[in-house]
């Protein structure tokens, strides 16, 4: 049966129905400002098509590990892809802003739950020596797709109107359901672990609390010392406590913590969520910080900062084929080290620093994450055994929108917060030159921590080592030979 496995065939429906599943995750970002005077909405709740979004993939993420132990590949690959599918009608037929909301909301099922089944099948069916090209090759997509998704928002909204964001998605999701119909194999086996509800909802309230906590707090006024924030953030703390000792206790848990007793997984993971949070916070801070102080419009700072996208989404399969040759310390140290100068310059910024500088530094912090990123991951789930894939996978992915929503809203609580207390510390008229110097300092301070956990992600990343895997067999050690 092994070597009757097309992986190519299998990588080619991973990518293109993940392709249009992330770009969704950005893609509606540029068109909330139309869709405020479309829906008569204000602007903390069409945010909700963004924050939900994330909300309802960080929720689905843990429990992606019990439904693939529980249905084949074929099953939750063509289920997901049609969950989405049917948001993104809904979405595109959407009569008021709940039907909108609503239509998001279902494409965020699809979307959370797709990225862990993919990685999962992507461990079972190729060799350790060959993953970090296949992980770099699908990084590809994962980073190329929210790259071009706010470009590619603007021209679709200028042209054609929003609802064009989702129906030009249709073809290509009804596409991908066939073309997996046809080509898609089953991997791995079905073990079908008992269902434990408590844990579920212990997850539930944890993450989606977290994820929601930390979002919320940048639209505050009083921000992380707002007790609705406090008592969210509090609440989704003890359930995250009692979630992992109730999973060290159960013979079947929802989601096996025990990964984190393999060094190489800790450590890349560690490194995982320090760069995530860079990366989210950076794509925030600076486009506003060339909207204000140096004046761009929203769409001409999004394409001074696409080039840096796109060259992390273009050198990830590179970075993957380099890991494979030279293993993670190659990459990762220096990538983090690279990380470190790259905040240092971000944490000196001002009006007067040439634009070029701006364009080149966001690059060569994008290839400094294509560095990091995808080896240390790859490296830790590398040490995993087989059967801990699916909660290695999950706990990565559940671990991506945490760490994003977490580095959003403390870089900009630092950022506006310094503002405050620079306006306040000057006396006489508020102009528009006190307004940008404030602004640049929030933007100083905001870098001073980034720099803080560059320079952790870098201390770290000297104790990585190339992980050994546990013997591969199965169809998996033939499949990735053939291909």
Request: glycine residues 8%; aromatic residues 10%.
């Amino acid at each position: 049966m092994s070597s009757q496995i097309n992986t190519k065939a299998i990588l080619i429906t991973f990518m293109i129905g993940a392709f249009f599943a992330i770009l969704n995750e950005t893609l509606l970002n540029i068109a909330l400002t139309e869709l405020m005077a479309v829906f008569n909405v204000d602007a903390p709740t069409v945010q909700w098509l963004a924050t939900g979004f994330m909300l309802v993939m960080g929720v689905l993420m843990p429990i992606s590990a019990l439904l693939i132990q529980w249905f084949t590949t074929r099953q939750m690959f063509i289920g997901v892809m049609s969950v989405f599918l049917l948001g993104t009608v809904i979405a595109a037929c959407a009569m008021n802003f709940p039907m909108l909301l609503a239509g998001r909301m279902i494409q965020a099922v699809g979307t959370g739950l797709l990225i862990p089944v993919i990685m999962n099948a992507l461990l079972l069916i190729y060799r350790p020596e060959v993953r970090g090209k296949i992980m770099g090759t699908f990084g590809l997509v994962i980073m190329f797709a929210p790259a071009i998704g706010p470009t590619l928002s603007g021209v679709i909204v200028d042209l054609l109107g929003w609802r064009w964001l989702f129906i030009t998605v249709i073809p290509f999701a009804v596409f991908s359901i066939l073309f997996a119909l046809k080509y898609l194999q089953n991997v791995g086996e079905i073990t079908r672990p008992s269902v434990d509800i408590f844990s579920i909802i212990l997850s539930s309230i944890g993450i989606g609390g977290i994820v929601y906590g930390f979002s919320s707090a940048g639209e505050e006024a009083a921000g992380f010392t707002s007790m609705k924030i406090i008592v969210i953030i509090s609440i989704s703390v003890i359930s995250l406590v009692l979630f992992v000792l109730r999973q060290l206790k159960l013979d079947e848990p929802l989601l096996d913590v025990r990964v984190f007793r393999y060094k190489s997984y800790a450590r890349g993971v560690s490194i995982f969520v320090i760069v995530i949070m860079a990366m989210f916070a950076s794509e925030i801070v600076m486009p506003m910080y060339l909207q204000g102080p140096l004046g761009y419009s929203a769409k001409a700072a999004g394409l001074l900062l696409l080039p840096g996208a796109l060259l992390n989404g273009l050198m990830s399969p590179t970075m993957g084929s380099l890991f494979d040759k030279y293993g993670p310390r190659k990459l990762i140290i220096p990538g983090t080290l690279t990380l470190v100068g790259v905040m240092i310059f971000f944490s000196t910024i001002n009006p007067s620093t040439p634009i070029w500088l701006f364009v080149l530094f966001y690059m060569v912090l994008m290839l400094s994450i294509s560095a990091i990123m995808m080896p240390a991951q790859t490296n830790g789930l590398n040490e995993l055994p087989k059967h801990l894939y699916p909660h290695g996978t999950a706990i990565a992915n559940t671990l991506q929108p945490v760490a994003g929503a977490l580095g959003v809203s403390i870089f900009v609580s630092i950022m506006t917060q310094s503002q405050a207390g620079y306006i306040e510390g000057k006396s006489g008229e508020v102009t528009e030159g006190l307004l940008n110097n404030a602004m640049t300092y929030g933007v100083h301070h905001a870098y001073w921590f980034a720099l803080a956990l560059a320079a952790l992600a870098f201390l770290i990343s000297l104790f990585i080592r190339k992980a050994v895997a546990p013997d591969f067999d199965g169809e998996g050690e033939q499949a990735g030979s053939e291909s």
